[in-house]
Structures are given as C-alpha cells and as structure tokens.
C-alpha cells in the first residue's frame, strides 16, 4: 500500500512520513480464505444444519410412525411435507460443505454451490403444492365445498407465480458462475423473489380465510387457523429478512440475511411437523364426516322422526 499526501492533495506540502491507521476486515493471520462478506457464512450455516438436524430427530419418529399406519387422509399433503424438508436440508448442508472446505484450504465447490438454488427452487414448489392442497380444503374431505371456478382461478393465479419464481431462481444460479451467492439480498432477482413470495403469501391467506369462512366445521377450522400462521412465517422469511439486513453494515448483511431467512423457513417446517402430528387423528375423522356424515337431519320417508315419549 503506498500513501502520497503530495499527490492526493496538491496544495499541501510534501511529507516524508505519513500517519495512517489500517482496519483489516478479513484478516488472513488465522489462515482463513474469507472476505468480510463471507466470514460468518460457515458458522451461520452449520448452527442452522445443527438445528435442523435436531429438529429432524425430534419429530422424525412421531411422523414415521404417522406414515407407517398407512390410509392417512393427508398422506400425499405429508409426502410433500417430506420432500420439502429433505430439499431445505439440502439447501443447509450444501452451502455449509463449500464454506468448510473453502475457509481452511481456499478450494470449494461454486457449482454444486450453485445447485442450492435449485434445492431451494424444489423446497418453494413442494410448500406450493402443499399449501394449494389445503387452503382449497381437498384434504380434510371439503373438496365439494370449493366451486370448479374458484379452483381454475387459484391454478391460474399459481401458475403464472410459479412460472415466475422458476425463472427467477434459474436466472440467480446463471449469473452466479464466478462467485455464486444465492442470498444475495442486493440483487434485483432476490428483491423480485421477496416479492413474489409476499405476493405468494397474501393470495393463499386470502384463500384461505373463504376456505375457514364457508366451513362450519370447528375441529377443522381450527386446523385452518393455526395453517394460517405457518402460511404467514414461510412466505414472509425471505421479505422480511430484506427488510431487515437494510438497516445494517453492507459486510454484515449476506450473513444475516442466511441466519434470519433459512431460520424462518425451519420454524414454518417445525411448526407444521407439529401440526401434522397433534392433528394425525382428526385428518381421518374429519375425511370421515365430511364424505359420510349429513351436515343435518333429513326426514325418514318423507315423514319427520318423533320421540316415544
């Protein structure tokens, strides 16, 4: 580093020494390899991998047993469950491989680093899949309650947010070749992707409510009530979370934006697990009722029934 007081400001005199004071961001004494940016990135992602692997072991039993019985009313809901789950794994455990073998020897994989676009693209279509599914009230056996219009338009309207959020994330993981950051919260795609997820958010809240509105079922909405909440927590990690780093230094807010997004999305995840597992057996009584049982009495013959008495 050369410093030139003469050349930056001619009207001074020259001088022989000058004083400076050096700030080192990314200091390499401790034989690291990462910048300001990225220092904190490794640590962030193996607590996140650490609890989700603890929340893994906590309700894997309890959701195995569930599967294992067999004829659950909500066995494709809870398959969509688990493939989003193990593709949100996947979006931990790779990013944390690339920072731990790129800070101790400065080699790391940017293109299967880049692959957690799609494993986070795969996690975002199961929700998708799953929440339509519920919030039309086809799983809890009120699929007769939801008119054939009201399911083209909440098709259509999915369609084209999908179509959008696919290629915004092939987009992300194009431009991501030489230095892959795919949480890069200063990107114009991640602003447009927190939008389509608020977006996403408000359209299946809204569906939701005239789903819980016209069902006079208690138990089930109930179910809807607390599937609000989960709905709420996933599809506002990823706004929220920008909003957030907006307020901090620029070295800081890659790392924060991981921890707060990543730690949004294994809430939602912890949450509906629980709420698939309190709720495993009123899925069926609920399928029962609904296909079975009469919403009201309807006379015998034609004649109403009386009492003995």
């Not at 490794?42 to 894997?60: D, E, N, R």
């Not at 008119?147 to 994330?169: D, P």
């Not at 996403?200 to 809204?206: D, I, K, T, V």
Request: contains cysteine.
């Amino acid at each position: 580093m050369f410093v030139d007081a003469a050349t930056c400001y001619p009207q001074y005199p020259t001088q022989k020494n000058v004083g400076l004071e050096l700030h080192l961001l990314n200091d390499e004494a401790s034989g690291g390899h990462l910048s300001a940016e990225e220092n904190g990135l490794k640590a962030a992602h193996l607590l996140l991998l650490l609890l989700f692997t603890i929340g893994c072991v906590w309700f894997g039993i309890s959701l195995y047993s569930i599967l294992s019985g067999g004829g659950q009313a909500m066995l494709f809901v809870m398959q969509l469950f688990l493939a989003c789950a193990a593709l949100q794994g996947l979006t931990l455990l790779i990013p944390a491989l690339h920072w731990v073998s790129y800070e101790s020897s400065g080699w790391g994989w940017p293109f299967l680093y880049s692959l957690t676009t799609l494993t986070a693209l795969g996690a975002d279509l199961a929700m998708v899949g799953l929440v339509v599914d519920i919030v039309l009230g086809w799983t809890l056996g009120s699929c007769k309650r939801i008119t054939t219009s009201r399911s083209e338009m909440v098709f259509r309207v999915v369609a084209v947010l999908g179509i959008l959020q696919v290629l915004l994330h092939l987009y992300t993981a194009s431009i991501d070749t030489n230095d892959p950051s795919y949480y890069s919260f200063s990107a114009k795609t991640e602003i447009l992707q927190g939008f389509v997820q608020l977006v996403e958010g408000c359209f299946f809240l809204a569906i939701l409510a005239g789903t819980n509105r016209d069902d006079r079922s208690a138990l089930r909405q109930d179910f809807y009530s607390s599937f609000a909440w989960i709905i709420i927590t996933w599809y506002s990690a990823h706004p929220v979370s920008q909003l957030i780093v907006l307020f901090m230094a620029e070295y800081n807010r890659l790392k924060v934006f991981v921890a707060i997004s990543q730690f949004l999305r294994g809430c939602a995840l912890a949450q509906l697990a629980n709420l698939f597992i309190r709720r495993s057996l009123f899925w069926e009584v609920s399928s029962i009722s609904a296909t079975s049982i009469p919403s009201r009495s309807a006379p015998l013959h034609g004649k109403p029934r009386t009492n003995s008495r």
